[in-house]
């Protein structure tokens, strides 16, 4: 089990494929801490924006909104110093850049968890959903997330924590 130290004041930013379970990670993340006093509402998803917009998770034509929904909501929260877990793939150097600057503009800690997981886990675990993205946008979020591992640690994440399909995260929040 991995022990996550981090202030209140934190932007958690998931990173990996589709598939790679970053939205249960999330959601059982913030089960497990649920006596501290973390909802559901800590995370902002990309995909739940898409739907909030257009009635449809995977519509991939509202992206220019989506992401504009997803920030704007980030940073909002930001504005009420609420704990943030920001669920989108996050796999290109721009995605992650534009999650970090709007951090730093509000003095946030950044924590950066990448989803480390095999391409055929992720596609597995994919077939077994409802909403299918497919072995080709699989394969080509494996070769972002291989950039990612490398560009990521040149980044200015103040955490950075590659976890792969065994790794169990356990936050403990700073006193403030
Ligand atoms: P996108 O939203 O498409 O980017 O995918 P995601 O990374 O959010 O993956 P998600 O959490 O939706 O997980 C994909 C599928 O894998 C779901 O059906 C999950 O129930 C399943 N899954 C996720 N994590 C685990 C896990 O640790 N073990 C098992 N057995 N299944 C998992
Ligand atoms: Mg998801």
Not at 76 to 82: A, G, N
């Amino acid at each position: 089990c991995l022990t996550v130290e981090i202030p209140q004041r934190t932007l958690v930013v998931l990173c990996g494929s589709a598939g790679s379970g970053k939205s249960t990670f999330a959601h059982n993340l913030i089960a497990r801490h649920k006596n501290q006093g973390l909802k559901p509402t800590v995370i902002v998803s990309s995909d739940q924006c898409r739907a909030m917009i257009s009635d449809d998770e995977a519509n991939q034509f509202v992206n220019r909104d989506t992401f504009d929904l997803f920030h704007f909501i980030i940073h909002k929260r930001m504005f009420q110093d609420r704990f943030t877990i920001a669920d989108s793939t996050a796999l290109q150097v721009e995605a992650r850049q534009r999650l970090l600057a709007l951090a730093q503009r509000h003095h946030y800690h950044t924590c950066l968890f990448i989803f480390n997981i095999p391409p055929a886990l992720c596609i597995q675990r994919d077939q077994q959903r409802q909403r299918l993205v497919g072995e080709q946008v699989i394969a080509y979020h494996t070769n972002l997330l291989q950039q990612a591992l490398l560009d990521a640690p040149k980044e200015n994440w103040n955490q950075l924590h590659i976890l792969d399909e065994h790794t169990k995260v356990e936050l403990a929040f700073l006193p403030n």
